[in-house]
Every structure is written in structure tokens, then in C-alpha cells.
């Protein structure tokens, strides 16, 4: 069946200059030419470039921050079946709303925050999720009667005042709640020959330079170095936005120029891997492998990572780290009503098969898989939430999809590693059984790259003997409203790193019928876990009431990664030279679809939300950045609204 919903003729409600911006002539380099040619075009992008930024906008179009919209919040995470009505509206032709402005594909945080900012703009979007559950990365799951977090197992920049903590109030009129988790919030631990040594990572920046001055007193020079490299290099966020606003022939042009290298030390940085640094301080092998310990964060191993996006992920949880009371599920929870109520909907168990093209190439609709069949729904603005590699590769029609612009893009960037994780229930409540709010990180090597790239080189039989690092976490023990929710029970999450490879010829078959093969593979990782566990924690032993696995087919299943990476598009400092930076922005080469979320961006709660502002600015043609800034300097020189 294949039956279309929609109009596509219907006038589109907003509409897309500066589509074309991405076809625009390449500025000529030649050194005669450029003299007269670089000057006018320069002072033409110029002009546009200023306008752009700081007048940023239209003020005619809708500001979707216009005012404060938070109420006082309800109390988190106690009905759940009020949850499910919200986060699990299965998709039928009748549930989709008439007049679409835009529709969205996938229900990650990058998709519901665009949808959430277009409907405060007075859009009507519709979000289409495949999976049966709202919430990408932050949707939360049952195993044994417990719940699990996906993807959000902890969160920075969440101060009460904070640019992100404001924005999520304004997209979920105040409702989500943040417990703060506690100094140290991460422990490194080294587990070697000579025993094993732990390494506290406290909130705030003194703090937690202090603590790792104690456990290294002979290389203070070292920390300082790259804590001042850090400190420099975030200071220009600002220019990882800028980057991606302002006209592409622009970013070219001061590129071409060695301007954007001058002036950005997060540029430089950026084409610098975390190793190469590193190697550049008077640091011990140990030191290096605690200043390394945090690239599962952004899955790239040091020597191929980004200095500057290891910045950023360091600076992101300097100033003390954050977990939704009542559980991830949350954040999409109070976000849906916002996109409900310009006539939007968050529909799920709708998979889209294809992005429709009209006969200008233009994006018109999604082709959604229904029941076997297949129904058309038709928008003016396509918004892919799916991330480069989905999109790009498998949903787009295939002439476009063959298409030099496209064929580009892709060359440029390549997925991340992928991770295994082990689901742990457990009987007795967090105090019984002494678990703690942070995070640790465990590591058999100081040599990470040299560890990982041997292990990711063996056999899967072979490769379960040298896992090189877990990340444990225990969600239930950050949760404050779980012990109402889930009396006497806790849960812990295991994470270790693991090939795709591994699991691929299993990739066709329904998570629960891949058959004994495959569960034995799954069970010598949880045996192997399961050691490192009990010598780490032996009070556990005894407890553990049930254990399962997330292989990387899961995340393919559940999040439709296509390679089951954990985060996207792989932050290699290959593809960070700054062209590569800004050609990956929220406007595709195909007029009419738009990217958000963490590929737009950087990886993290926070990467997908500014993914989510550089998409919404860039349909809405405001600086939605602008507008939040000056809503939120606005409600903070008012007298404090009463929230309780
Ligand atoms: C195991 C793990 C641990 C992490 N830990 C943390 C952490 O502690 N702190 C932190 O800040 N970040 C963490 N992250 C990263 C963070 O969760 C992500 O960067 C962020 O949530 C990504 O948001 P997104 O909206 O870009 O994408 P996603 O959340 O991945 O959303 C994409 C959505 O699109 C849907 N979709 C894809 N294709 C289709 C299609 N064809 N049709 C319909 N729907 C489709 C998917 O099902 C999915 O729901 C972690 C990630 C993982 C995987
Ligand atoms: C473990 O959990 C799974 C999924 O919830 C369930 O099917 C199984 O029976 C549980 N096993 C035990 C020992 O409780
Ligand atoms: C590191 O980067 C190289 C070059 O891009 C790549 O071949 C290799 O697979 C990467 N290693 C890991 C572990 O990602």
C-alpha cells in the first residue's frame, strides 16, 4: 500500500533561502586574482556575515523565546503509565496532523528539542521515531522490572543559570528536574602489575586540578600546561557555532587565509590529536592515560581524537555533573506536550524508509514503513535527527544519495567505536549494598591506543580476555526518587568497548532470535565483566539478581545506529580541519533537509542540543542562540518568578 496523507503542492509555511549558499561559486585563490576579486567578495560576505550574526535575524519571523514559559514543576518520574501515553504513541495515518510545517526523523534530543523550539515559533512538526519508545539516546528501558538509562548516564553544564539548564527549561516549561551528583564525579582506576590506584576527578576546576596534583606531585608543571590548554582551547565554543553560521564560502575564504587558525586556538587544536598532545608535556605514561581516560565519552581512541573535542567533553563536566530526578525518560517526557501543542505529534514504531524528493531534487516528505506497506506524509522542511551516516547513506533516494555533493560529505566523516554494555539488577538499595553516585572508569594498560587498537584487532573469542577499560555506573544510585520508585533493588551499567564486526553476521536477525552463537558470545562478556565487578566491588557478591547485554546490534536495533557507534560521527582530528567543520552544518546539500543533533554538533547531551539550535536558527532564520541569550539576561534581571 502506498497512499499519500498530504498535499504536496500546499504553499510551504516557512521558507529557504539560502539554500543554494551551499553551491555557491569557490572563491578564487589564485594570488593575482584574489587582490580584486577577494576584496568585493570578501566585503560582500562580509556585509552578509554581519547580518546574519548580529542582526542576526529576521525579527519579523517569530521568536520561539520570546518569554519565560517555565510553571512550577510535578513531582518526577511516579506515574508511569501517564509516561508510557506520552512516550509510546504507535504511528497510524490517523494520529498524523494535517498542514505539517516540517517533520522530523528520529526522537533523539537533537529531534525533540528542534521540534519543541519550531512549535514555540508556532510550527506544527510531526516526529517519527522507529522505535517503539520516544527518546533516542535518552529513552529509558525495562529489564526484570528495573529500569536502565540508554544513553545519558551523566550530564554537564547543568548549574542552576547555565545556558543549557535555561534552554531545557524553556522546551519543557520548567519541568525537568537535575540532581547534582556529587565530588568526585568520576574515579579512574588503574589496575596493573603493581597494583591498583584510583584517581578521583572532583567538580570545579580547582578542585579537581588539586586532585590530581595530590596523586602526581612531581608532574604539577604537566597538569597545569594542559589545564591551561583546555581552559584555551573551550573558550572558543563560540567558535565551533560561529563556524557553522556564518556563509560556507566565508568559513573558506578565512580559512584559505589562516585567519580562523590565528585567531582560535580550538581551530588549531582541533587538527591535533589528544596523544600528539600529550606527548608534547613533561607527563608520565600513567598521568597521560588519567588525562585520556574520559575518550569513551566522544568513542575515539587518543591518538586519534580531537584535542579540542576532548576539551570540550573535560570542560563539559569540569564545573560538577547532573542525572534527571525520576530517570532520562523524563527529558522527553516534558519536552513532547510542547511539540502538542501547536497540533505537533511525537509518533513512534515508524520507521522512515526514505526522504521524498520532489522533481527539483528538492526534500517534499518521508516515506514511512507501515504494517508492511509503506505511507507517504508530505512537508515543506525535512529535519533528519538520524545523524550523517543514516540519512546520507541509507535514506536518502539513490540518485541523490550518488551525488557528488553528497558523495563529499560522506568522504569526510567516518562512525566512532562501538561499545557493548552489561545491564545489572541487583538485590538491595544503594545504601545496602554502598554504591555511589559517580562513575569509574577502569583500565588494565596505560598505554590506551596501543591497548585498544590490539584489542580491536583480535577475535572476538580471543579479544574477550583483553577488554582494555570498563565505565561503570550506577543509575539507580543517582537517581534521588528511585528508592520510592524501586524500593530494596538497584541496577549497574557496564560498558566496554567492542567491533561491530564482531556481531554483524547476526545484523538481520530480531534481537531475540539470533540464536545460541550469539548468546554465548554475549555470555563470555558478561562472564569477563562480571570478574572485573566483584574483584572491584566484593560486596556485590551474591546480590546480582539478573544480568543482560546491549550488543552493538541492539543500539542498531533500538537507535538505528548503522554501525552501532555510540556517538555518531567519530571526532577524528583528520575530520576536523575547519572546512570539514563547517560543511557538516544543519543545512544539507539537498535544499529543503536539515541535520540536527549530535552530528551537527559534538556528541553529549549538550553537543545534540546545540545541534538542535544551529538547526532551528538556521529554518527559522533567527539566531535562536540570540534569542535564548537575551530572554535568559532578561527573566535574570527580573525578580526571581515563584516556583513552588
Ligand atoms: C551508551 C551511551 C552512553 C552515553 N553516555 C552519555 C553521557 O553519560 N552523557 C552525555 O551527555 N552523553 C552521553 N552519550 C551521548 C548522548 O547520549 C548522545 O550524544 C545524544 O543523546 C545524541 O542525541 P541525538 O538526538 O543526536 O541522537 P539519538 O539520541 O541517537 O537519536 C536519534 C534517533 O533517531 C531515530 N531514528 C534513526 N533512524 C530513524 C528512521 N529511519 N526512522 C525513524 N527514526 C529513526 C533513532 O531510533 C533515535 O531515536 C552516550 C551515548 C551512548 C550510546
Ligand atoms: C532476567 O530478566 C529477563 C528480562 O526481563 C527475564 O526474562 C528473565 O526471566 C530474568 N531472569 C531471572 C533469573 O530473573
Ligand atoms: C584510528 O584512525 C585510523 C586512521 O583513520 C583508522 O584506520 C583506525 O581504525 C582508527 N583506530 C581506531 C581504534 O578507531
Known sequence: MSGTLHDPGRPTIVSIPGAAAQQDPEVAVMMWLWAALGLVTGFILLMATVRRLVLGCHWDRPNPFAEDVRRPPLAPGTDQEARWRVLKQAFSDAQVPDQLDAVVIGSGIGGLAVAAILAKAGKRVLVLEQHAVAGGCCHTFGRDGLEFDTGIHYAGQL?????????????????????????????????????????PMYSGEKAYVQGLKEKFPHEEAAIDKYMKMVKEVTKGTLHLVLLKIIPLPMVRLLDRLGVLAFFSPFMRAATQSLADVLSQLPASQELKAVLSYIHPIYGVIPKNASFSIHALLINYFLEGTFYPRGGSSEIAFHIIPVIQQTGGAVLTSATVKSVLLDSAGRACGVRVKKNGGLVDIFSPIVISNAGIFHTYERLLPEKARCSPGIQSYLGMVQPGVSTLCVFICLRGSKKNLGLEANNCYIYFDTDIDQAMERYLSLSRDQAVEHIPYFFITSPSAKDPTWKDRFPDQSTLMMMLPARYEWFEEWQSEPPHKTGSDYEALKDSFIDASMSVLMKLYPQLEGKVHNVSVGSPLSRQFFLAAPHGETCGVGHNPNHLQPHVLATVRAQSPIPNLYLTGQDVFTCGLFGALHGALLCSSTILQRNVHLDLLQLQSRVSAAPPKRMN
Do not use: M, T
Open 159 to 199: 548549574k542552576k543559570g547555565s545556558f543549557c539548564h535555561f534552554f531545557l527549561d524553556q522546551i519543557s516549561e520548567g519541568q525537568l528536574n537535575w540532581a547534582y551528583l556529587g565530588s568526585p564525579f568520576d574515579v579512574v582506576v588503574l589496575e596493573g602489575p603493581n597494583g591498583r590506584r584510583e584517581f
